[in-house]
């Protein structure tokens, strides 16, 4: 096993395990992003995000490929007006196959280092309520599970509709 930053040339592999979250979260149709928007988004002159790939050789995996991804950690950094530069760890994905082989935790040990090494003062994620399993991880490894605060969002149907509604 191998964990390396990704490559534009990872992008299809990274995508694919995109949806294989979607999937393990009920959520099977709501990937829109394309390899060529994580292409564009990860590796312009303004990166939007980083991402951390783990790669196993070819005598483990079933492909014929030498190396073949088999999960990732995407982050980005956001500034809290608290804490100031923090990391936003926005997905770890683990291929199914691959689950118990310390390969998350391995991309998890590897986000905390790369917080360490930029000085941050704060690492975020979400965790689906019902996922217990990754809850219970996470609480084991020292993170704190909040109860007390809601996740916000607003699509982009709510966002037209806001900007309808306010200029009426």
Request: hydrophobic share 40%.
């Amino acid at each position: 096993m191998n964990i390396r930053k990704g490559k534009p040339e990872d992008m299809q592999a990274v995508l694919g395990l995109i949806q294989e979250l979607a999937d393990f979260e009920k959520e099977p149709d709501a990937v829109l992003v394309t390899v060529d928007d994580l292409i564009r988004d990860g590796f312009g002159s303004v990166p939007l995000f980083h991402v951390f790939v783990a790669e196993i050789d070819a005598e483990l995996n079933d492909t014929n490929q030498a190396k073949q991804i088999v999960g990732i950690a995407l982050y980005y950094y956001r500034y809290s007006t608290w804490k100031g530069k923090i990391i936003h760890l926005e997905d770890l994905v683990v291929k199914d196959t691959m689950r118990g082989t310390g390969l998350g935790y391995a991309l998890y040990s590897e986000i905390i280092k790369q917080g360490k090494k930029d000085n941050v003062r704060r690492i975020d994620w979400h965790v689906l309520d019902w996922n217990t399993p990754a809850i219970e991880f996470y609480k084991k490894s020292g993170a704190k599970v909040l109860t007390d605060w809601h996740v916000v969002q607003m699509d982009e149907i709510g966002i037209d509709q806001f900007l309808e509604n306010k200029l009426k």
